[in-house]
């Protein structure tokens, strides 16, 4: 039996004037994955995330989340970071974590102390975020996204910038999530060897449409890396050749 659907896109539309960035889109994100989000650079990646997030107004389509298409009570199950995470640089780590808690609800102590242990964080809680690296920034924003205890989170770029150590501390927490509090992944990323590593389920799009979408042993042929086969489904031409 297929696992039941955490995201699924139906017709998803954003225009900006008379360029449509997201045309038409139907992704499907089942529960238990880490999804990999692919496209090459103005594909409308970050836009879809906008979408889906409810930051930005569709066009047209639907957005279901566990079954939830009311944007209000769906906004409960997913959180996530888009275009990097922003904090107040004077305030600690778990003073940050309070302010943006106190935002969108309230959240207690108690919880936000055990996402900072989560991300490995708790030591360095109550230094000053300005004294942070950029791969503390990135697990500090993901316990930010955790706050509500979402079931699907939505991760924009989480390893840009890091080091090979840094990658791979956030791919470990990205694990950790799936596997322990059993959170769905949804993370667009340029690194696609960071990807082949992380993710069970990859979808591609070009020009805001999907090029494809599947396991990764659906879409690589023989001889390829996902990079090859990345470069082949995007080229021109070749855009609607697997689906």
Excluded at 119 to 141: E, F, H, I, W
Aim: charge should be negative; glycine fraction near 12%.
């Amino acid at each position: 039996m297929a696992a039941p659907l955490a995201l699924e896109v139906s017709g998803l539309s954003r225009a900006y004037g008379s360029h449509r960035v997201v045309d038409r889109l139907d992704l499907e994100v089942a529960e238990g994955d880490i999804y990999g989000f692919l496209g090459p650079n103005g594909a409308g990646k970050t836009t879809t995330m906008r979408l889906i997030l409810g930051l930005i107004r569709r066009d047209g389509g639907e957005v279901r989340i566990f079954g939830e298409s009311d944007p209000v009570r769906s906004r409960s199950l997913v959180g996530g970071i888009v275009e990097g995470p922003r904090f107040y640089p004077y305030l600690s780590g778990i003073d940050n974590l309070r302010v943006l808690a106190a935002y969108s609800g309230g959240c207690t102590d108690a919880r936000i102390i055990e996402l900072l242990e989560l991300v490995r964080m708790r030591d360095r809680a109550n230094d000053p975020v300005r004294t942070y690296s950029l791969g503390m920034k990135q697990r500090l924003g993901i316990a930010q996204a955790l706050l509500g205890s979402p079931r699907l989170l939505l991760l924009d770029e989480p390893s840009n910038g890091l080091d090979p150590k840094g990658m791979k501390e956030v791919r470990d927490l990205i694990q950790r999530l799936r596997e322990d509090l059993k959170v769905t992944v949804f993370v667009s990323s340029h690194l696609l060897h960071e990807l082949d590593l992380l993710c069970t389920r990859i979808g591609i799009i070009q020009d805001g449409v999907k090029v494809a979408e599947g396991t990764t042993e659906d879409l690589v042929q023989p001889g390829e890396n996902l990079e090859s086969c990345f470069l082949r489904l995007t080229e021109p031409g070749e855009a609607g050749q697997i689906r």
